[in-house]
Nanobody, 126 residues
Framework: QVLLVESGGGSVQAGGSTRLSCAAS????????MAWFRQSPGKEPEWVSS???????RYPNSVKGRFTISRDKAKDTVYLQMNDLKPEDSAMYYC????????????????????RGQGTQVTVSS
Protein backbone atom coordinates (compact mmCIF):
# COMPACT_ATOMS: atom_id res chain seq x y z
CA GLN A 1 0.00 0.00 0.00
CA VAL A 2 1.38 3.37 -1.03
CA LEU A 3 1.30 6.02 1.66
CA LEU A 4 1.90 9.74 1.43
CA VAL A 5 2.42 11.98 4.45
CA GLU A 6 2.63 15.74 4.08
CA SER A 7 4.31 18.10 6.50
CA GLY A 8 5.53 21.67 6.65
CA GLY A 9 2.33 23.65 6.58
CA GLY A 10 1.57 26.48 8.94
CA SER A 11 1.02 30.21 9.09
CA VAL A 12 3.07 32.54 6.91
CA GLN A 13 2.92 36.25 6.25
CA ALA A 14 2.27 37.50 2.74
CA GLY A 15 5.48 37.69 0.77
CA GLY A 16 7.04 34.96 2.82
CA SER A 17 8.12 31.44 1.94
CA THR A 18 7.61 27.94 3.17
CA ARG A 19 8.39 24.42 2.00
CA LEU A 20 6.07 21.47 2.13
CA SER A 21 7.34 17.91 2.23
CA CYS A 22 5.64 14.70 1.20
CA ALA A 23 7.17 11.49 2.51
CA ALA A 24 6.20 8.52 0.37
CA SER A 25 6.42 4.79 0.53
CA UNK A 26 9.54 3.23 -0.94
CA UNK A 27 10.09 3.82 -4.68
CA UNK A 28 6.87 5.83 -5.04
CA UNK A 29 8.45 9.09 -6.17
CA UNK A 30 10.59 7.36 -8.78
CA UNK A 31 7.66 5.37 -10.18
CA UNK A 32 4.68 7.70 -10.26
CA UNK A 33 3.80 11.19 -11.40
CA MET A 34 3.82 13.24 -8.24
CA ALA A 35 1.65 16.29 -7.83
CA TRP A 36 0.51 18.89 -5.35
CA PHE A 37 -3.07 20.08 -5.14
CA ARG A 38 -4.73 22.57 -2.86
CA GLN A 39 -8.28 23.01 -1.72
CA SER A 40 -10.01 25.92 -0.06
CA PRO A 41 -13.32 25.52 1.80
CA GLY A 42 -16.21 25.18 -0.63
CA LYS A 43 -13.98 24.83 -3.68
CA GLU A 44 -12.80 21.99 -5.84
CA PRO A 45 -9.18 20.79 -5.51
CA GLU A 46 -6.83 22.88 -7.62
CA TRP A 47 -3.71 21.49 -9.26
CA VAL A 48 -0.58 23.51 -8.35
CA SER A 49 2.32 21.44 -9.62
CA SER A 50 3.41 18.09 -10.97
CA UNK A 51 6.67 16.32 -11.68
CA UNK A 52 7.26 13.49 -14.12
CA UNK A 53 9.57 10.54 -13.64
CA UNK A 54 12.08 12.35 -15.89
CA UNK A 55 11.92 15.34 -13.49
CA UNK A 56 10.15 17.67 -15.89
CA UNK A 57 7.71 19.92 -14.07
CA ARG A 58 4.52 21.82 -14.80
CA TYR A 59 2.68 24.60 -13.04
CA PRO A 60 -0.50 26.58 -13.57
CA ASN A 61 -0.07 30.30 -14.24
CA SER A 62 -1.35 31.12 -10.76
CA VAL A 63 1.83 29.77 -9.13
CA LYS A 64 4.38 29.69 -11.95
CA GLY A 65 7.54 31.48 -10.93
CA ARG A 66 6.65 31.30 -7.24
CA PHE A 67 6.28 27.56 -6.54
CA THR A 68 8.82 24.84 -7.27
CA ILE A 69 8.20 21.11 -7.06
CA SER A 70 11.15 18.79 -6.63
CA ARG A 71 11.85 15.32 -5.41
CA ASP A 72 14.55 13.33 -3.73
CA LYS A 73 14.36 9.77 -5.00
CA ALA A 74 16.81 8.52 -2.38
CA LYS A 75 14.57 9.86 0.38
CA ASP A 76 11.29 9.05 -1.39
CA THR A 77 10.21 12.60 -0.70
CA VAL A 78 8.61 15.30 -2.80
CA TYR A 79 8.84 18.97 -1.92
CA LEU A 80 6.92 22.09 -2.77
CA GLN A 81 8.87 25.28 -2.25
CA MET A 82 6.47 28.21 -2.10
CA ASN A 83 7.79 31.75 -2.36
CA ASP A 84 6.16 35.16 -2.47
CA LEU A 85 3.08 33.74 -0.84
CA LYS A 86 -0.25 35.53 -1.16
CA PRO A 87 -3.38 35.31 0.99
CA GLU A 88 -5.12 33.53 -1.88
CA ASP A 89 -2.57 30.71 -1.56
CA SER A 90 -4.16 29.78 1.76
CA ALA A 91 -5.56 26.27 1.50
CA MET A 92 -5.15 22.66 2.49
CA TYR A 93 -2.32 21.28 0.39
CA TYR A 94 -2.32 17.66 -0.70
CA CYS A 95 0.41 15.50 -2.15
CA UNK A 96 -0.73 12.94 -4.70
CA UNK A 97 0.71 10.11 -6.79
CA UNK A 98 -0.70 8.75 -10.02
CA UNK A 99 0.09 6.92 -13.21
CA UNK A 100 1.33 8.97 -16.16
CA UNK A 101 -0.52 9.16 -19.44
CA UNK A 102 0.70 7.00 -22.33
CA UNK A 103 2.63 10.04 -23.58
CA UNK A 104 4.48 10.17 -20.28
CA UNK A 105 2.82 13.39 -19.23
CA UNK A 106 1.29 13.79 -15.81
CA UNK A 107 -2.40 14.45 -15.48
CA UNK A 108 -3.54 17.63 -13.77
CA UNK A 109 -6.97 16.53 -12.63
CA UNK A 110 -7.60 15.51 -9.04
CA UNK A 111 -9.55 12.46 -10.12
CA UNK A 112 -6.50 11.07 -11.93
CA UNK A 113 -4.61 10.68 -8.69
CA UNK A 114 -5.89 7.82 -6.59
CA UNK A 115 -3.10 8.00 -4.02
CA ARG A 116 -3.35 11.06 -1.80
CA GLY A 117 -2.00 12.28 1.48
CA GLN A 118 -4.02 13.63 4.37
CA GLY A 119 -3.10 17.23 3.62
CA THR A 120 -1.32 20.04 5.39
CA GLN A 121 -2.79 23.50 5.99
CA VAL A 122 -1.09 26.64 4.75
CA THR A 123 -2.46 29.98 5.92
CA VAL A 124 -1.09 33.21 4.49
CA SER A 125 -1.92 36.39 6.35
CA SER A 126 -1.78 39.84 4.86
Amino acid sequence: QVLLVESGGGSVQAGGSTRLSCAASKDTVSTYCMAWFRQSPGKEPEWVSSIRTDDSTRYPNSVKGRFTISRDKAKDTVYLQMNDLKPEDSAMYYCAAGRAAKSGSCYISWSSYNIRGQGTQVTVSS
